[in-house]
């Protein structure tokens, strides 16, 4: 079973980041959603809303993961950005080739590490400055995956994000089983 580590920092958007646990898990992977404070300290989102994260980020750091999804949001995406723990293990895990994804304004942390340069990508609409998209090979899809990096716009396609995620892991079988149960509207 695939494993995927999505950290909760104050200030995250809360429809992207509980749209794309929701989703994972209802396709069989195992999401860790992890605090950047002590253990039980609830995650005040960008809208309010309070997340009680599974574990904390200290703690999930002792375990590998398959993918590394960064929600975005204000100020949550900058407290990731901030954070040496979330550097670090960005840089690890692409070294190690495994899956990056960031949604809305968190696309800003794969840039500030340097990840982005020479890639295809996509983020909240001015959300990236001149230096941080230097190199970038901006898109305004959706959804922009460039090998094992995936980004996309922000809340209104955390849905679409999500089942990119689940069908990168899981499988398009899964991937369709799980948003026919869904009941989206065909365009």
């Given at each position: 079973m695939a494993r995927v580590l999505i950290p909760l920092a104050t200030g995250c958007e809360e429809l992207e980041a509980v749209t794309v646990i929701d989703?994972?898990?209802?396709?069989?992977?195992e999401v860790t959603s992890a605090g950047l404070g002590a253990r039980g300290e609830p995650v005040r989102a960008s809208r309010g809303t309070v997340l009680v994260p599974d574990t904390t980020l200290d703690e999930a750091l002792k375990q590998d993961y398959d993918m590394l999804v960064l929600p975005g949001g204000l100020p949550g995406a900058d407290h990731l950005n901030d954070d040496a723990r979330i550097r670090e293990l960005l840089h690890r895990m692409a070294y190690q080739e495994k899956y990056i994804a960031a949604?809305?304004?968190?696309?800003?942390?794969?840039?500030?590490?340097?990840l982005l340069k020479?890639?295809?990508?996509?983020?909240?609409p001015g959300s990236l400055t001149t230096h941080q998209l230097d190199g970038v090979i901006y898109q305004d899809s959706a959804v922009v995956?460039?090998?094992?990096?995936?980004?996309s716009r922000g809340p209104g396609t955390?849905?679409?994000?999500a089942l990119v995620l689940l069908e990168i892991l899981a499988g398009?079988?899964?991937?369709?089983?799980?948003?026919?149960?869904?009941i989206r509207p065909i365009h």
């Open positions: 989703i994972l898990r209802r396709g069989g992977v949604i809305c304004a968190a696309p800003k942390v794969l840039a500030d590490a340097g020479g890639r295809r990508a996509t983020s909240y995956r460039d090998g094992s990096f995936i980004t955390a849905m679409d994000f398009k079988a899964k991937r369709d089983e799980v948003e026919a149960s869904l």
